[in-house]
């Protein structure tokens, strides 16, 4: 059976074109198997222009971030620009300022290798001292303590053992159960983990007020606060440092408390997105850069 199907706007009107035409009745005809009429596809029909900024290294294929991409797209906005982070390092000051002057929001995905990170690291910079939102996921969020340390609390040489395994100030250091393996195929903290999610946050407010989530990971590195607690704190506790919002027996996620939103999350809230039900993370990730721009549109009115 060959099913004709014309030029669409975007790949979610197919199956409510062809739910429109009977697919479904003649697939269970042939099938032998009896389908319902019932049929709930709920995705966004418009959407806004908001300005948001994907800032990674991998740009060669459309498909490579898909998964964010669809994510903010599904939240009824148009779909990010992709930011080379490698072109930002060597940017001054100013060149760096215009540029990122642009956006109102930005997301830092996850990824692996020295390659770009320190290009990532000067937007995490500008986003936290312009208090525009940010959403870092995985190396994301690891590289958003790594900044924290260097600018805030003066330690210039902190980073990821991953990209400098003789750091002295290893702020993001391999997990203690990857130490003794060699071979890193399969080997990494994957699927589903439950976290504690700490009341006070951002984050528990994001997730409705629950105490436990199961989320996604893909990772072998973890943010190392047992060696510096100096850099985080618990909700509601007092000074100009990371709070920690969820924890498993690793630190799952990060907040600023004097932001609208800076938030990293060690998981990938991205695979759990789905049509008519978007992650809430980015949910409100999104209505903070939209309240951002709308504020930004008054400032330059008044």
């Known amino acids: 059976m060959v099913w004709n199907l014309p030029d669409m706007k975007n790949i979610y009107e197919i199956p409510e074109y062809l739910h429109s035409k009977g697919f479904h009745r003649i697939v ?3 099938l032998g198997v009896k389908v319902s009429d ?7 029909k418009k959407f806004r222009n908001l300005r948001i900024a994907l800032v990674g290294k991998y740009l060669g294929n459309d498909d490579t971030y898909k998964s964010i991409v ?5 939240c009824g906005v148009k779909k990010p620009v992709l930011l080379d982070s490698e072109k930002m390092v060597n940017l001054s000051s100013d060149e760096l300022g215009e540029l990122l002057d642009d956006y109102d929001g930005f997301i830092i995905p996850g990824g692996f290798g020295e390659r770009g990170v320190e ?3 000067r937007v995490i910079e500008y986003a936290r001292i312009n208090k ?5 996921i995985c190396l994301g969020m690891q590289l958003m303590v790594i900044e924290f340390a260097r600018n805030v609390f003066n330690l210039p040489q902190a980073n990821s053992t991953e990209f400098d395994p003789d750091t002295p ?7 203690e159960d990857q130490k003794r393996i060699m071979r890193l195929g399969g080997t990494m903290r994957l699927g589903a983990q439950e976290m504690v999610l700490l009341e006070g946050t951002k984050l528990h407010e994001i997730y409705g007020g629950i105490k436990t989530v199961k989320e996604r990971h893909r990772h072998r590195y973890e943010i190392n606060d047992g060696k510096f607690p100096h850099l985080f704190k618990l909700p509601k506790e007092g ?3 990371l709070t920690i919002s969820a924890r498993s027996q690793f630190v799952e996620a990060i907040e600023l408390d004097d932001h609208p939103f800076f938030i990293g999350v060690q998981f990938h809230p991205e695979f759990k997105t789905k049509v008519g039900n978007p992650h809430p993370i980015f949910v409100h990730f999104v209505k903070s850069v939209g309240e951002y721009s709308m504020r930004r549109k008054m400032e330059v009115r008044s």
């Open 38 to 44: 019932d049929f709930s596809w709920d995705y966004p």
């Open 119 to 121: 290009g990532k690291m």
């Open 132 to 136: 525009k939102p940010l959403l870092g």
């Open 239 to 241: 000074g100009y440092r």
């Open 28 to 30: 269970g005809e042939r």
């Open 70 to 74: 669809e994510s903010i797209f599904l």
């Open 169 to 175: 100030h290893p702020v993001v250091d391999l997990m």
